[in-house]
């Protein structure tokens, strides 16, 4: 069974980091671009970031550029988000998912993602 497993979510002040980590099992993220999601209360799921097979191309939404980073560890089959200088609007619960079909370009749009994990929370709050 295809499944991607969150974690690292928490409490954070403003202004503070967290690094997110999605882990998959029952299959090898190697050949998959991988995107993370956020989804806040009464607000619909956007993208976040997404990195495709190799690494070697990412991208994030205008809302984290400069502040959050996608990387993966295929030996682990780990893909991670660093989440620096938090703010408040950055509260939600954040998915993982992967890029449906294999060595497809990246994107931030749900619809062409499966195989979601359970969100992990982040809450940034003073």
């Known amino acids: 069974q295809l499944q991607l497993v969150e974690s690292g979510g928490g409490l954070v002040q403003p202004g503070g980091s967290l690094r997110l980590s999605c882990v998959a099992s029952?299959?090898?993220?190697?050949?998959?671009?991988i995107g993370w999601f956020r989804q806040a209360p009464g607000k619909e799921r956007e993208g976040v970031s997404c990195?495709?097979?190799?690494?070697?191309?990412?991208m994030y939404a205008d809302s984290v550029k400069g502040r959050f980073a996608i990387s993966r560890d295929n030996a682990k089959n780990t893909v991670y988000l660093q989440m620096n200088s938090l703010k408040p609007e950055d509260t939600a619960v954040y998915y993982c998912?992967?890029?449906?079909?294999?060595?497809?370009?990246?994107?931030?749009?749900?619809?062409?993602?499966?195989?979601w994990g359970q969100g992990t929370q982040v809450t940034v709050s003073s």
């Open positions: 998912a992967a890029r449906r079909g294999v060595f497809r370009l990246c994107g931030l749009g749900s619809s062409d993602f499966g195989s």
């Open positions: 029952g299959f090898t993220l190697d050949y998959h671009a």
């Open positions: 990195i495709d097979t190799s690494g070697g191309s990412t």
